[in-house]
Protein backbone atom coordinates (compact mmCIF):
# COMPACT_ATOMS: atom_id res chain seq x y z
CA UNK A 1 0.00 0.00 0.00
CA UNK A 2 1.25 3.34 -0.52
CA UNK A 3 1.63 6.29 2.24
CA UNK A 4 -1.68 7.67 3.87
CA UNK A 5 -1.95 11.11 4.31
CA UNK A 6 -4.63 13.58 5.38
CA UNK A 7 -6.77 16.39 3.86
CA UNK A 8 -8.94 18.48 6.51
CA UNK A 9 -11.07 20.53 5.63
CA UNK A 10 -11.54 22.51 9.52
CA UNK A 11 -15.59 21.62 9.38
CA UNK A 12 -17.52 23.42 11.17
CA UNK A 13 -20.54 21.24 12.72
CA UNK A 14 -23.98 22.55 13.37
CA UNK A 15 -24.62 24.12 16.80
CA UNK A 16 -20.38 25.01 16.66
CA UNK A 17 -17.66 27.29 15.89
CA UNK A 18 -14.50 27.83 14.39
CA UNK A 19 -12.91 28.03 17.34
CA UNK A 20 -14.40 24.52 17.76
CA UNK A 21 -13.59 23.20 14.25
CA UNK A 22 -10.00 24.45 14.99
CA UNK A 23 -8.97 22.89 18.30
CA UNK A 24 -10.75 19.32 16.58
CA UNK A 25 -8.41 19.44 13.51
CA UNK A 26 -5.47 19.91 15.67
CA UNK A 27 -7.07 16.80 17.77
CA UNK A 28 -7.49 14.97 14.01
CA UNK A 29 -3.67 16.07 13.28
CA UNK A 30 -2.36 14.55 16.56
CA UNK A 31 -3.89 11.05 15.81
CA UNK A 32 -3.22 11.14 12.18
CA UNK A 33 0.45 11.44 13.96
CA UNK A 34 0.10 8.61 16.30
CA UNK A 35 -1.33 6.67 13.80
CA UNK A 36 1.38 6.74 11.24
CA UNK A 37 0.03 9.45 8.24
CA UNK A 38 2.64 11.12 6.61
CA UNK A 39 1.21 14.79 6.28
CA UNK A 40 -2.10 16.71 7.52
CA UNK A 41 -3.34 19.58 5.04
CA UNK A 42 -6.18 22.13 5.36
CA UNK A 43 -7.54 23.57 2.24
CA UNK A 44 -8.44 27.49 1.54
CA UNK A 45 -12.03 27.91 1.26
CA UNK A 46 -13.55 31.23 1.44
CA UNK A 47 -17.06 32.63 2.25
CA UNK A 48 -17.88 29.04 3.45
CA UNK A 49 -19.40 28.99 6.93
CA UNK A 50 -18.98 25.14 6.85
CA UNK A 51 -15.13 25.52 6.69
CA UNK A 52 -12.59 27.49 8.97
CA UNK A 53 -9.60 27.24 7.55
CA UNK A 54 -10.19 30.43 5.20
CA UNK A 55 -6.66 31.75 6.70
CA UNK A 56 -4.81 28.29 6.14
CA UNK A 57 -1.36 29.43 6.84
CA UNK A 58 -2.56 30.64 10.46
CA UNK A 59 -4.53 27.16 10.72
CA UNK A 60 -1.20 25.21 9.38
CA UNK A 61 0.29 27.09 12.19
CA UNK A 62 -1.93 26.02 15.20
CA UNK A 63 -1.90 22.56 14.12
CA UNK A 64 1.95 21.92 13.19
CA UNK A 65 2.09 23.93 17.03
CA UNK A 66 0.45 20.78 18.54
CA UNK A 67 1.44 17.87 16.79
CA UNK A 68 5.83 16.65 16.88
CA UNK A 69 6.54 15.04 13.87
CA UNK A 70 3.82 14.95 10.68
CA UNK A 71 4.28 17.36 7.97
CA UNK A 72 1.38 19.82 8.18
CA UNK A 73 0.83 21.93 4.89
CA UNK A 74 -1.73 23.59 2.21
CA UNK A 75 -3.95 21.51 0.14
CA UNK A 76 -3.84 24.21 -0.65
CA UNK A 77 -3.10 27.98 -0.99
CA UNK A 78 -5.08 29.25 -4.10
CA UNK A 79 -2.21 31.42 -5.29
CA UNK A 80 -4.45 33.57 -7.51
CA UNK A 81 -5.74 34.92 -4.46
CA UNK A 82 -2.16 36.01 -3.30
CA UNK A 83 1.38 37.85 -4.04
CA UNK A 84 3.59 35.06 -4.46
CA UNK A 85 6.36 36.76 -2.36
CA UNK A 86 3.77 36.88 0.49
CA UNK A 87 2.93 33.36 0.45
CA UNK A 88 6.36 32.83 0.23
CA UNK A 89 7.18 34.73 3.34
CA UNK A 90 3.95 33.03 5.29
CA UNK A 91 5.46 29.58 4.51
CA UNK A 92 8.86 30.29 5.00
CA UNK A 93 7.99 31.49 8.69
CA UNK A 94 6.29 28.56 9.10
CA UNK A 95 9.35 26.69 8.21
CA UNK A 96 11.29 28.63 10.48
CA UNK A 97 8.92 27.77 13.01
CA UNK A 98 8.65 23.91 12.39
CA UNK A 99 12.12 22.59 10.22
CA UNK A 100 11.01 20.09 7.64
CA UNK A 101 7.83 19.59 8.43
CA UNK A 102 6.34 21.81 6.25
CA UNK A 103 4.30 21.53 2.68
CA UNK A 104 3.09 23.94 0.10
CA UNK A 105 0.07 22.63 -2.12
CA UNK A 106 -0.60 25.38 -4.82
CA UNK A 107 -3.95 25.68 -7.01
CA UNK A 108 -5.04 28.12 -9.01
CA UNK A 109 -8.86 28.56 -8.41
CA UNK A 110 -10.19 30.92 -6.60
CA UNK A 111 -11.77 28.52 -3.86
CA UNK A 112 -14.80 30.57 -3.44
CA UNK A 113 -17.97 32.36 -5.83
CA UNK A 114 -17.20 35.21 -8.38
CA UNK A 115 -18.19 37.71 -5.58
CA UNK A 116 -16.58 36.39 -3.13
CA UNK A 117 -13.22 36.23 -5.77
CA UNK A 118 -13.62 40.31 -6.44
CA UNK A 119 -13.76 40.99 -2.56
CA UNK A 120 -10.49 39.10 -2.48
CA UNK A 121 -9.24 41.40 -4.82
CA UNK A 122 -8.59 38.60 -6.89
CA UNK A 123 -7.51 39.30 -10.55
CA UNK A 124 -9.80 36.69 -12.60
CA UNK A 125 -6.84 36.70 -15.85
CA UNK A 126 -4.71 35.61 -11.97
CA UNK A 127 -5.67 31.87 -13.37
CA UNK A 128 -3.21 32.35 -16.69
CA UNK A 129 -0.06 33.79 -14.40
CA UNK A 130 -0.43 30.46 -12.48
CA UNK A 131 2.57 29.28 -14.19
CA UNK A 132 4.34 32.36 -14.10
CA UNK A 133 3.58 33.16 -10.40
CA UNK A 134 4.53 29.47 -9.51
CA UNK A 135 8.04 30.12 -10.73
CA UNK A 136 8.33 33.28 -9.12
CA UNK A 137 7.31 31.51 -5.95
CA UNK A 138 10.22 28.98 -6.27
CA UNK A 139 12.84 31.15 -6.72
CA UNK A 140 11.15 33.32 -3.66
CA UNK A 141 11.77 29.99 -1.93
CA UNK A 142 14.95 28.93 -3.05
CA UNK A 143 18.20 30.16 -2.08
CA UNK A 144 18.92 34.35 -2.79
CA UNK A 145 21.32 34.80 -5.96
CA UNK A 146 23.73 37.73 -6.13
CA UNK A 147 22.23 40.96 -7.54
CA UNK A 148 18.26 39.64 -6.55
CA UNK A 149 16.78 43.13 -5.21
CA UNK A 150 13.47 41.45 -4.27
CA UNK A 151 13.75 38.73 -1.32
CA UNK A 152 11.41 36.61 1.00
CA UNK A 153 12.50 37.11 4.65
CA UNK A 154 11.75 34.75 6.00
CA UNK A 155 11.48 32.60 3.00
CA UNK A 156 14.43 32.72 1.37
CA UNK A 157 16.34 29.41 1.07
CA UNK A 158 13.63 27.69 3.18
CA UNK A 159 13.14 25.09 -0.35
CA UNK A 160 9.64 24.58 1.37
CA UNK A 161 8.70 21.78 -0.87
CA UNK A 162 6.17 22.75 -3.69
CA UNK A 163 2.90 20.38 -5.04
CA UNK A 164 1.00 21.46 -7.59
CA UNK A 165 -2.94 20.21 -7.18
CA UNK A 166 -5.93 19.97 -9.69
CA UNK A 167 -9.39 18.65 -10.28
CA UNK A 168 -8.28 18.93 -13.77
CA UNK A 169 -5.70 18.57 -16.79
CA UNK A 170 -4.32 22.01 -16.22
CA UNK A 171 -1.93 21.32 -13.42
CA UNK A 172 -1.28 17.69 -14.05
CA UNK A 173 1.11 19.21 -17.18
CA UNK A 174 1.95 21.72 -15.63
CA UNK A 175 3.50 19.90 -12.38
CA UNK A 176 5.22 17.40 -14.95
CA UNK A 177 7.01 20.31 -17.18
CA UNK A 178 8.27 21.67 -13.75
CA UNK A 179 9.36 18.14 -12.61
CA UNK A 180 6.31 18.77 -9.12
CA UNK A 181 5.38 16.32 -7.35
CA UNK A 182 1.27 16.33 -8.04
CA UNK A 183 -1.95 15.82 -6.24
CA UNK A 184 -5.27 15.35 -7.83
CA UNK A 185 -8.88 16.29 -5.82
CA UNK A 186 -10.66 13.03 -6.39
CA UNK A 187 -12.90 13.72 -4.04
CA UNK A 188 -15.25 15.88 -5.07
CA UNK A 189 -13.85 16.03 -9.11
CA UNK A 190 -13.54 12.20 -9.94
CA UNK A 191 -14.13 12.57 -13.74
CA UNK A 192 -10.54 13.34 -14.68
CA UNK A 193 -8.79 11.67 -12.58
CA UNK A 194 -6.52 8.72 -14.72
CA UNK A 195 -6.38 11.05 -17.56
CA UNK A 196 -4.22 13.59 -15.70
CA UNK A 197 -2.21 11.11 -13.79
CA UNK A 198 -1.42 10.01 -17.74
CA UNK A 199 -0.69 13.32 -18.71
CA UNK A 200 1.16 13.73 -15.27
CA UNK A 201 3.33 10.62 -15.83
CA UNK A 202 4.40 10.47 -19.16
CA UNK A 203 5.24 14.25 -19.92
CA UNK A 204 7.49 14.43 -16.39
CA UNK A 205 10.13 15.98 -17.00
CA UNK A 206 13.08 15.49 -13.41
CA UNK A 207 14.02 18.61 -11.89
CA UNK A 208 16.15 19.25 -8.78
CA UNK A 209 13.10 18.85 -7.07
CA UNK A 210 12.30 15.57 -8.17
CA UNK A 211 13.96 12.86 -9.89
CA UNK A 212 10.66 10.87 -10.64
CA UNK A 213 7.10 11.28 -10.87
CA UNK A 214 5.34 11.20 -7.82
CA UNK A 215 1.42 11.55 -7.31
CA UNK A 216 -1.59 11.49 -5.23
CA UNK A 217 -4.56 11.46 -5.02
CA UNK A 218 -7.40 12.10 -2.42
CA UNK A 219 -10.04 9.60 -1.37
CA UNK A 220 -13.19 10.69 0.47
CA UNK A 221 -13.39 7.83 3.71
CA UNK A 222 -15.58 6.73 6.38
CA UNK A 223 -14.71 4.30 8.41
CA UNK A 224 -16.40 2.66 11.76
CA UNK A 225 -16.44 -0.83 13.34
CA UNK A 226 -19.87 -1.16 11.38
CA UNK A 227 -19.97 -0.51 7.76
CA UNK A 228 -23.83 0.83 8.43
CA UNK A 229 -22.67 2.91 10.48
CA UNK A 230 -20.36 4.06 8.29
CA UNK A 231 -22.42 4.83 5.57
CA UNK A 232 -25.02 6.73 8.24
CA UNK A 233 -21.65 8.83 9.10
CA UNK A 234 -21.48 9.34 5.46
CA UNK A 235 -24.52 11.12 4.84
CA UNK A 236 -22.97 14.57 6.49
CA UNK A 237 -20.81 14.74 3.46
CA UNK A 238 -23.53 14.05 1.38
CA UNK A 239 -25.52 16.71 2.54
CA UNK A 240 -22.89 19.03 2.77
CA UNK A 241 -22.34 18.39 -0.92
CA UNK A 242 -25.84 18.79 -1.72
CA UNK A 243 -25.58 22.52 -0.12
CA UNK A 244 -23.12 23.23 -2.29
CA UNK A 245 -24.43 22.39 -5.54
CA UNK A 246 -27.43 24.11 -4.61
CA UNK A 247 -25.90 27.29 -4.10
CA UNK A 248 -26.12 27.12 -0.11
CA UNK A 249 -23.76 26.03 1.87
CA UNK A 250 -24.25 26.29 5.24
CA UNK A 251 -22.85 24.21 8.69
CA UNK A 252 -22.28 20.20 8.87
CA UNK A 253 -24.95 18.54 9.30
CA UNK A 254 -25.62 15.20 11.66
CA UNK A 255 -26.10 12.52 9.75
CA UNK A 256 -29.09 10.96 9.28
CA UNK A 257 -30.61 7.23 9.35
CA UNK A 258 -32.06 7.56 5.80
CA UNK A 259 -30.99 10.18 3.03
CA UNK A 260 -33.88 9.82 0.85
CA UNK A 261 -35.78 11.13 3.03
CA UNK A 262 -33.49 14.99 3.05
CA UNK A 263 -32.51 14.79 -0.90
CA UNK A 264 -34.50 13.83 -3.54
CA UNK A 265 -33.17 11.81 -6.81
CA UNK A 266 -31.81 14.40 -8.82
CA UNK A 267 -29.47 15.67 -5.52
CA UNK A 268 -28.69 12.25 -4.89
CA UNK A 269 -26.96 11.52 -8.63
CA UNK A 270 -25.48 14.70 -8.10
CA UNK A 271 -23.68 13.82 -4.60
CA UNK A 272 -23.13 10.30 -6.11
CA UNK A 273 -20.96 11.56 -8.89
CA UNK A 274 -18.69 12.66 -6.80
CA UNK A 275 -18.45 10.17 -5.12
CA UNK A 276 -16.95 7.69 -7.27
CA UNK A 277 -13.78 6.94 -5.15
CA UNK A 278 -14.81 6.41 -1.63
CA UNK A 279 -14.10 4.27 0.78
CA UNK A 280 -17.39 3.43 3.05
CA UNK A 281 -17.33 0.81 5.95
CA UNK A 282 -15.65 -0.98 8.46
CA UNK A 283 -11.96 -1.79 8.16
CA UNK A 284 -12.08 -5.00 6.45
CA UNK A 285 -14.21 -2.62 4.00
CA UNK A 286 -12.46 0.24 3.71
CA UNK A 287 -8.84 -1.29 3.35
CA UNK A 288 -10.31 -3.15 0.43
CA UNK A 289 -12.07 -0.05 -1.22
CA UNK A 290 -8.53 1.18 -0.94
CA UNK A 291 -6.05 -1.16 -2.00
CA UNK A 292 -8.58 -1.40 -4.99
CA UNK A 293 -8.41 2.54 -5.76
CA UNK A 294 -4.83 2.49 -5.41
CA UNK A 295 -4.25 -0.60 -8.09
CA UNK A 296 -6.40 1.66 -10.07
CA UNK A 297 -4.40 4.86 -10.00
CA UNK A 298 -1.03 3.78 -9.33
CA UNK A 299 -0.48 6.59 -6.86
CA UNK A 300 2.64 6.42 -4.31
CA UNK A 301 0.68 8.29 -1.64
CA UNK A 302 -3.33 8.21 -0.91
CA UNK A 303 -4.57 11.29 1.13
CA UNK A 304 -7.76 10.79 2.91
CA UNK A 305 -10.43 12.79 3.83
CA UNK A 306 -14.08 12.54 5.33
CA UNK A 307 -16.36 15.10 6.67
CA UNK A 308 -17.78 14.08 9.82
CA UNK A 309 -19.93 15.59 12.45
CA UNK A 310 -18.51 14.11 15.61
CA UNK A 311 -15.08 14.52 16.23
CA UNK A 312 -14.98 10.88 18.35
CA UNK A 313 -16.19 9.40 15.02
CA UNK A 314 -13.67 10.96 12.67
CA UNK A 315 -10.81 10.40 15.30
CA UNK A 316 -12.09 6.63 15.07
CA UNK A 317 -12.04 6.75 11.36
CA UNK A 318 -9.00 7.51 11.53
CA UNK A 319 -7.66 5.03 13.29
CA UNK A 320 -9.69 2.35 11.98
CA UNK A 321 -8.75 3.40 8.38
CA UNK A 322 -4.47 3.13 9.50
CA UNK A 323 -5.14 -0.46 10.80
CA UNK A 324 -6.84 -1.54 7.92
CA UNK A 325 -3.81 -1.12 5.10
CA UNK A 326 -1.04 -1.53 7.77
Do not use: C
Amino acid sequence: MPVLSVLDLSPVVEGGDAARALSESARLAQTAEQAGYRRFWLAEHHNMPGIASAATAVAIGHVAGQTRTIRVGAGGIMLPNHAPLMVAEAFGTLAALYPDRIDLGLGRAPGTDGPTARALRRYFDGADRFPQDVLELQGYLAPAVEGQRVAAWPGQGSNVPLWLLGSSLFSAELAAQLGLPFAFASHFAPELLLQALRIYREGFRPSAALAEPYAMAVINVFAADTTAEAQRLATSMQMAFANVVRGTPGRLKPPVDDITAVLNDAERAAVASRLTYAAIGDGETVGRSLRDFQALTGVEEIMVTGMIHDVEARLRSLEITADAVR
